[in-house]
Nanobody, 123 residues
Framework: QLQLVESGGGMVQPGGSLRLSCAAS????????VGWFRQAPGKESEGISC????????SYTDSVKGRFTISRDKDKNTVYLQMNSLKRDDTAVYYC????????????????WGQGTLVTVSE
């Protein structure tokens, strides 16, 4: 069973922080490109971040640049998304995506998708 699982979502106040985790089961995430999509209520999905196979190249969409950081822990077969200075507009379901052949930025063509984890930014 090849699976991608997100965790770490929850409710946080504006200005707060959360760290999302993306763990692979049944395959080696370290030889896959990994990205993050999010879908806010009533809006279309948007790719917000991506990390190369080696972890040396990262990218971010402008709305999260400077606030979010994507990283790898190769020993744990896990990719993280550290989210700081969260805003109400960051409220969304966040999806981890991964692919062996496609390069960053993330796209709907990526083979593996997680189930999503909900992030709610509210007072």
């Amino acid at each position: 069973q090849l699976q991608l699982v997100e965790s770490g979502g929850g409710m946080v106040q504006p200005g707060g922080s959360l760290r999302l985790s993306c763990a692979a089961s049944g395959f080696d995430l370290n030889d896959h490109v990994v990205g993050w999509f999010r879908q806010a209520p009533g809006k279309e999905s948007e790719g917000i971040s991506c990390i190369s196979v080696g972890g040396g190249v990262t990218s971010y969409t402008d709305s999260v640049k400077g606030r979010f950081t994507i990283s790898r822990d190769k020993d744990k077969n896990t990719v993280y998304l550290q989210m700081n200075s969260l805003k109400r507009d960051d409220t969304a379901v966040y999806y981890c995506v991964s692919d062996y052949y496609h390069d960053c930025p993330p796209s709907p063509q990526f083979e593996y998708w997680g189930q999503g984890t909900l992030v709610t930014v509210s007072e």
